[in-house]
């Protein structure tokens, strides 16, 4: 694999001197044409320790605008990223769409450095590996242009590098343990590397080895590579701008409500009415039960995040002050969730939601979620049926990434019958201090009763999963509704405590 990028590639000065001006313009025009284009470039530069990568980077800023790249450097995660699921980093520093991310190492260092010194096995590299791949290919479908290069050396021009280095005393600086000590393995470190490579290789995400021997001829390739990819990805994004847009609804046979099979919430049993004086009896003991049980999970690190959906109306936020009520207020945050604004329209939709994403033993609870991909994005048009339908895929691995970092994940569908809810919108347009919480948009989604049942459907079909399930709450009582979700926090939190042992 690795024979191509030995050759001993060069390119003499004047050579470089007069191709340089032509790549940084042709790189210029590019990047221009990205800013209008509305997508995404991550560069991850990953290889050999003196292949030149912090070089390529520091030439690419020169070369380009630095107003509209964004630099990151991956070494072990910090304490504040040791706390939160091992992507949360990289989430965190997602450039905006029109913007490029050049990123050293990136989420390829951490598998990689753990295989070669066998802290982990050849099992939990291939896992690793695969949710890179699955990483990739989420971003990918999201409209991002990602560019991976391996820096590569033989072991010979390595050798000589460190040793040039080292000779001279005002360069021996730049030599580390860590190059000497790559370089006594650089036969393992390339077999892991081809590994890697071969794993994650893909037609939207490839890795380009680069011969990084001569600085010039490095330079050159890199630009021309990186050069190559954006001009396609940017006469990509312009054909597409040039197609008919289609309308929702228009390219997927969605069965009609009157002869879609019978639903899920069709089912939901509203129970008997529940009496004050028995709420009063249960509410603060069941907020005791749940108290007891997140101090415990706070104290092992246990977080908890609480994702509540349902109708309009359906009594989210009455159950969330039940919830909060018995909790510390400086341990938990609520994130209400509307319509995205700017900054998070310019990125994948699940950004928004992992950048909320509590350190251990921490609650957050959302009002509304990344459901909103599958619920009103699929109703209103404003996702398009092949993005709304890969959500619930990546969903299932947004929400597998949270339990197996730790955490507890409750989601709730707070559910209510339309005549419930017709009367909770009357009553509140007949209150006035509640008046401001209806809107002319929740008649409208009224209106389209059948179509959101039929989306929650599917939703339940597609994400209640073992590791997250979800919880469908009778809503019509609302007293009910509230100790129902109490004690389902409870007992949730009272098994993960009871298996940790």
Do not use: C
Not at 9 to 14: F, S, V
Not at 184 to 207: C, F, H, K, S
Not at 244 to 264: F, H, K, L, N
């Amino acid at each position: 694999m690795f024979e191509t990028a030995e050759l001993g590639q060069r390119i003499d000065d004047a050579t470089f001197d007069e191709q340089e001006t032509v790549m940084r313009n042709a790189l210029l025009d590019e990047q221009q044409r990205l800013r209008e284009g509305g997508f995404p470039v991550l560069v991850l530069f990953a290889g050999l320790d003196k292949a030149g990568t912090g070089d390529a980077v520091n030439v690419l800023n020169a070369w380009m605008d630095p107003r509209w790249i964004q630099t990151e450097a991956y070494g072990a995660p910090s304490s504040e990223s040791q706390q939160r699921p091992a992507f949360w980093r990289f989430w965190r520093d997602m450039p905006p769409r029109g913007v490029i991310g050049l990123r050293l190492s990136a989420w390829y260092r951490q598998p990689f450095e753990a295989r070669l010194a066998g802290r982990i096995d050849d099992l939990d590299f291939e896992k690793a590996m695969h949710r890179i791949k699955v990483f990739e290919q989420m971003l990918a479908d999201d409209g991002a242009l990602i560019v991976k290069f391996w820096m590569h050396l033989s072991k010979k021009a390595q050798k000589k590098k460190i040793a040039a280095l080292k000779k001279d005393p005002a360069t021996a600086w730049r030599v580390s343990e860590s190059d000497e000590a790559q370089h006594a393995q650089y036969d393992e470190v390339v077999r892991l590397g081809e590994r890697m490579i071969l794993r994650t290789d893909a037609g939207n995400a490839p890795w380009h080895i680069v011969e990084g021997a001569d600085p010039n001829f490095r330079r050159l390739r890199v630009g021309t590579l990186l050069h190559a990819a954006m001009e396609a990805a940017s006469n990509r994004a312009e054909a597409r701008r040039q197609l008919p847009r289609v309308v929702p609804g228009e390219d997927e046979e969605e069965a009609r409500p009157e002869t879609r099979p019978r639903s899920i919430l069709q089912r939901v049993v509203m129970p008997a009415k529940l009496p004050k004086s028995e709420y009063e009896e249960q509410l603060p003991l069941l907020q005791g039960r749940l108290h007891r049980a997140y101090r415990e999970a706070a104290e092992r690190g246990v977080t908890l995040l609480a994702a509540f959906e349902g109708w309009d109306a359906g009594g989210k936020g009455g159950a969330i002050r039940r919830v909060t009520a018995a909790l510390d207020a400086r341990t938990y945050r609520v994130i209400p969730i509307a319509a995205p604004n700017d900054e998070e329209k310019a990125r994948h939709y699940l950004w928004r939601f992992w950048r909320h994403l509590p350190r251990r033993g921490r609650v957050t609870i959302f009002d509304r979620s990344w459901y909103g991909r599958v619920l009103v994005e699929r109703i209103e048009g404003f996702a398009t049926p092949r993005e709304w339908m890969r959500a619930y895929a990546e969903i299932n691995d947004f929400e597998q990434q949270l339990v197996e970092d730790g955490a507890v994940l409750a989601k709730f569908w707070l559910h209510i019958t339309r005549e419930e809810q017709e009367q909770r919108f009357q009553d509140r347009m007949d209150t006035p201090h509640k008046r401001w919480k209806i809107t002319d948009e929740d008649w409208r989604n009224r209106a389209r009763w059948d179509e959101y049942e039929a989306a929650v459907h599917d939703m339940i079909e597609r994400t209640s999963t073992r590791l997250a399930p979800w919880t469908i709450v009778p809503g019509n009582q609302k007293r009910y509704a509230r100790l129902h979700v109490l004690r389902t926090l409870a007992e949730a939190l009272e098994q993960r405590l009871e298996a940790l042992g």
